[in-house]
């Protein structure tokens, strides 16, 4: 039998609800002139009192009696007439199973592990951001802790990251509470992004009142559990005094150009519908919403979703595998076309060495990777020979195991140009312990080996927030990392350069590049499975060993075919190209003179470590050099129908 809301509007502004059943009614005002709304989905479970006083937080499954999915494709619906429902888009996310999320309860339980002492101060800080509402329902009814055996039997805890979880946060203090410190509003109400909410639904079927402020579209909403800041412990478990910034996605966007041009975290995670949206189903007269922000809130995790998917049971999730296979999508289509810009050139010969260079973009708003510390991206770089198919170089291999066959045993360094295919470009931060030792184990992070994650546009080292956010190791001394072709900073890029010895090959060759990211590498899972007799990592295990975590491939690029067919002259090609440099040596001022009849393609100066030397000026007779470039140097030419030669100089 079909159900029927009445709905009486009041001429003191409240309203009242019955339920009238007919077969063959139509949706029509009824005798006494209130507004029948046709309602096939709905039952009498609809009818349910206030979320009990006594809870600080409403469930989920309070919100989604309005904000789930309309059969009747009134609300909740785009343009197209697709679902977009808060609650559809929302329960197979990360944020939806973060308090479910078996690698996050693998790396809680070794760490309580190794440092009994303090596992209550570690669960009560990992729960903070992981279960908030279980959370903050303890510690606002004066518990001093809140840890994993209380998740477990809290079911407003297992909910995770739930509407009351950021739509409860207040305005007071937002940004300047860091580490999953959360200020509650605990006056029952709720804040949204949209001016005069229809408030009387939601105050009488789930007692608590929608209330309009601008600070839930401000990135300052995320900050708290964004930016991740610890008190390192030593390997006996003694506090260090020393604090360590383990995750800073937060201040990693207050440094860049998206933060100056007002574009937040919610821009791209919550991603904003052009058309309105009716946002809440059940009553027909509601207007529809300019501005209706997408609950998605999809990252880079690609592998953890689909583990979660393959043992939902297992892990107590409710998400249909519809709605996980949308997030993947979505997931996949934010790290392929909105996280990277990548292109590969070819820029001429040098004796026996072909030269390419990668040029990486930043597209995201923070660093990348970002937030959690095991995640990372790595380049892999092959030149093959088209007319045989063999392999001539391959940089950027990995094995069955998903680990790079060529990375450092310590850690690789960044690189400005890569020579040897022992080498490899991994952009990702390598924590250490007080000792300089590479750790996993975040307690212990102490100091950082190396920073090299792509920064994001406009990110600079003289920002307010930097000394959280800074780059570490060789990536300091690239002048090509984070700067463009004018050396100036801020670029959000990288342009890594691979200088390939082919002796005296002749043929045609093509080099392709691709970027590759990973959520988890082994480098991180191998460490935290020595101690697989917890049950927490043995449960993780399981689920990590049967899943494929082939690196995900985030964007790709090859070249056109080039022939080689002068290499092998190369060497005494000085001779039938009659170029003169003077002075040499070069002098202070830097520049240098080209005498010559050929016409010149490009002009290229390095040093003997193979770094190119920025060109600051460049005409048909000289070019200048900036002051820093002392020392031998080579100058190398290509002439337009492609003869190469290089000469020695002094400056």
Same mark, same amino acid.
């Given at each position: 039998m079909l159900k029927y809301i009445v709905l009486s509007i009041l001429l003191i502004g409240g309203f009242s609800l019955s339920f009238i059943s007919d077969e063959d009614a139509l949706l029509s005002p009824d005798a006494s002139g209130a507004l029948c709304i046709r309602l096939e989905h709905m039952d009498e479970s609809f009818i349910m009192p206030p979320v009990d006083s006594n809870l600080i937080f409403p469930p989920s499954s309070a919100c989604f009696g309005c904000h789930s999915?309309?059969?009747?494709?009134?609300?909740?619906?785009?343009?197209?007439?697709?679902?977009?429902?808060?609650?559809?888009?929302?329960?197979?996310?990360?944020?939806?199973?973060?308090?479910?999320?078996?690698?996050?309860?693998?790396?809680?339980?070794?760490?309580?592990?190794?440092?009994?002492?303090?596992?209550?101060?570690?669960?009560?800080?990992?729960?903070?951001?992981?279960?908030?509402?279980?959370?903050?329902?303890?510690?606002?009814?004066?518990?001093?802790?809140?840890?994993?055996?209380?998740?477990?039997?809290?079911?407003?805890?297992?909910?995770?990251?739930?509407?009351?979880?950021?739509?409860?946060?207040?305005?007071?203090?937002?940004?300047?509470?860091l580490g999953g410190q959360l200020n509650i509003d605990t006056n029952r109400v709720v804040y949204g992004p949209f001016e005069m909410p229809f408030a009387a639904p939601m105050q009488s079927f789930v007692g608590f009142e929608p209330l309009y402020s601008e600070h839930v579209s401000n990135s300052a909403l995320c900050a708290s559990c964004h930016t991740l800041i610890i008190e390192s412990l030593d390997a006996e478990g003694e506090l260090t005094g020393h604090y360590y910034f383990e995750q800073t996605t937060?201040?990693?966007?207050?440094?860049?150009?998206?933060?100056?041009?007002?574009?937040?975290?919610?821009?791209?995670?919550?991603?904003?519908?052009?058309?309105?949206?009716?946002?809440?189903?059940?009553?027909?007269?509601?207007?529809?919403?300019?501005?209706?922000?997408?609950?998605?809130?999809?990252?880079?995790?690609?592998?953890?979703? #689909?583990?979660?998917?393959?043992?939902? *049971? @297992? %892990?107590?999730?409710?998400?249909?595998? !519809? /709605?996980?296979?949308?997030?993947?999508?979505?997931?996949?289509?934010?790290?392929?076309?909105?996280?990277?810009?990548?292109?590969? #050139?070819?820029?001429?010969?040098?004796? *026996? @060495? %072909?030269?390419?260079?990668?040029?990486? !973009? /930043?597209?995201?708003?923070?660093?990348?990777?970002?937030?959690?510390?095991?995640?990372?991206?790595?380049?892999?770089?092959?030149?093959t020979d088209t007319q045989t198919g063999d392999t001539l170089f391959h940089s950027g291999t990995f094995n069955e195991e998903y680990e790079l066959t060529q990375y450092d045993p310590s850690f690789e360094p960044h690189h400005h140009a890569i020579t040897t295919e022992e080498q490899v470009?991994?952009?990702?931060?390598?924590?250490?312990?007080?000792?300089?030792?590479?750790?996993?184990?975040?307690?212990?992070?102490?100091?950082?080996?190396?920073?090299?994650?792509?920064?994001?546009?406009?990110?600079?080292?003289?920002?307010?927030?930097?000394?959280?956010?800074?780059?570490?190791?060789?990536?300091?001394?690239?002048?090509?990392?984070?700067?463009?072709?004018?050396?100036?900073?801020?670029?959000?890029?990288?342009?890594v350069k691979y200088r390939i010895k082919v002796g005296t090959y002749l043929g045609n060759v093509q080099a392709s590049a691709?970027?590759?990211?990973?959520?988890?590498?082994?480098?991180?899972?191998?460490?935290?499975?020595?101690?697989?007799?917890?049950?927490?990592?043995?449960?993780?295990?399981?689920?990590?060993?049967?899943?494929?975590?082939?690196?995900?491939?985030?964007?790709?690029?090859?070249?056109?075919?080039?022939?080689?067919?002068?290499?092998?002259?190369?060497?005494?090609?000085?001779?039938s190209i009659e170029i003169v440099v003077y002075p040499n040596p070069v002098g202070a001022d830097g520049r240098i003179y080209i005498s010559t009849e050929e016409k010149l393609k490009h002009i290229w100066v390095y040093n003997p470590l193979g770094q190119m030397i920025p060109i600051l000026n460049q005409t048909d007779s000289y070019i200048d050099l900036p002051t820093f470039a002392d020392g031998l140097l080579f100058i190398g030419f290509e002439t337009e129908d492609g003869r190469t030669g290089t000469q020695k100089i002094f400056k």
């Open positions: 999915f309309d059969p009747n494709g009134l609300a909740m619906v785009n343009a197209n007439g697709e679902d977009v429902s808060f609650q559809t888009d929302w329960e197979a996310t990360m944020m939806a199973n973060s308090a479910k999320d078996p690698y996050w309860k693998a790396k809680v339980a070794h760490e309580t592990y190794l440092h009994p002492e303090h596992k209550d101060n570690i669960e009560t800080t990992c729960t903070s951001c992981h279960a908030p509402m279980g959370h903050y329902t303890a510690i606002l009814r004066g518990a001093t802790h809140y840890g994993m055996e209380d998740l477990m039997q809290d079911t407003i805890g297992q909910m995770g990251v739930s509407c009351g979880a950021c739509h409860m946060i207040a305005e007071e203090g937002l940004a300047s509470l937060y201040h990693e966007w207050l440094n860049s150009s998206y933060n100056l041009s007002g574009q937040s975290c919610q821009s791209c995670h919550l991603p904003e519908l052009e058309e309105p949206v009716v946002v809440s189903a059940n009553y027909i007269f509601l207007d529809p919403r300019a501005g209706y922000s997408q609950h998605t809130l999809v990252g880079g995790n690609v592998h953890m979703l #689909e583990m979660m998917k393959a043992y939902k *049971d @297992t %892990l107590g999730i409710t998400a249909s595998d !519809e /709605n996980y296979d949308k997030t993947i999508s979505s997931t996949l289509e934010l790290l392929q076309q909105k996280s990277v810009d990548l292109a590969v #050139e070819y820029t001429g010969n040098a004796e *026996d @060495t %072909l030269e390419f260079e990668v040029i990486i !973009e /930043n597209k995201a708003g923070h660093k990348f990777p970002s937030g959690f510390p095991s995640r990372r991206a790595f380049v892999e770089f092959v030149l470009q991994v952009y990702e931060v390598v924590p250490a312990d007080i000792n300089g030792v590479f750790t996993t184990i975040l307690e212990r992070g102490y100091q950082t080996l190396k920073d090299n994650r792509l920064p994001p546009l406009g990110f600079q080292v003289q920002h307010n927030v930097y000394d959280t956010v800074a780059i570490f190791g060789m990536a300091n001394l690239d002048t090509d990392f984070n700067f463009d072709e004018n050396g100036v900073e801020g670029s959000g890029s990288d342009v691709k970027m590759h990211y990973q959520s988890v590498s082994p480098r991180w899972v191998n460490p935290l499975f020595e101690d697989d007799e917890i049950p927490a990592i043995q449960h993780f295990k399981s689920m990590y060993d049967a899943s494929d975590l082939t690196p995900i491939l985030v964007a790709s690029m090859e070249t056109d075919t080039l022939s080689i067919d002068v290499i092998n002259r190369v060497k005494n090609v000085s001779k």
